[in-house]
């Protein structure tokens, strides 16, 4: 284990990389919305486009929130990572569930386009941090 000033030094040299990846998510998220925006609208009129963007906003907006809170909870102590993560899990998934059953039972003609664009926003969003990490990341941690 290494001595307490020397991990100081690691993590102070280490501490920008928790959010790099940030900005290029978040830009492949934009365009993705954008995208199903107008899938949505030209496949079933303004409440589908809504739908579809929106539903990539949920995706985004958890991701995002996920991707800060634990970036802290590291800055802090790595300790505190499975309690915040596992914690923000929750609260995550139970918002989420609420915000599903609400907007099912208003009867409201854009929730599949929700549905698809939450599935659509955690495929790019996966997809481009898979891709980020074994290009981007990689280039970093090897030089």
């Known amino acids: ?5 020397v991990r100081a030094a690691q993590v102070t040299g280490e501490r920008g990389w928790r959010l790099r990846h940030l900005p290029v ?10 995208v199903a925006g107008v899938v949505g609208g030209v496949t079933g009129g303004a409440d589908a486009a809504l739908g579809a963007a929106a539903g990539v906003a949920v995706t985004v907006a958890s991701y ?5 809170v634990l970036a802290w909870a590291d ?9 915040f993560g596992l914690g923000l899990y929750v609260a995550k998934m139970s918002l989420l569930g609420a915000l599903m059953i609400g907007v099912a039972a208003t ?12 599935a659509a926003g955690v ?21």
Do not use: K
């Not at 284990?1 to 000033?5: R, V």
């Not at 800055?75 to 499975?82: F, G, K, M, T």
């Not at 854009?110 to 939450?118: A, D, E, K, Q, T």
């Not at 980020?132 to 970093?140: D, E, F, G, N, P």
């Open 75 to 83: 800055a802090r102590d790595p300790q505190l990572l499975l309690p």
């Open 123 to 143: 495929a790019v969003w996966t997809g481009v941090h898979v891709w980020w990490l074994t290009t981007v990341h990689a280039r970093h941690v090897r030089s």
């Open 25 to 34: 998510l978040l830009l492949a998220s934009a365009v993705l919305a954008a």
């Open 64 to 68: 995002t929130l996920t991707t800060v």
């Open 1 to 5: 284990m290494a001595e307490p000033g």
């Open 107 to 118: 009867g409201w003609g854009g929730l599949i386009p929700l549905c698809l664009g939450i």
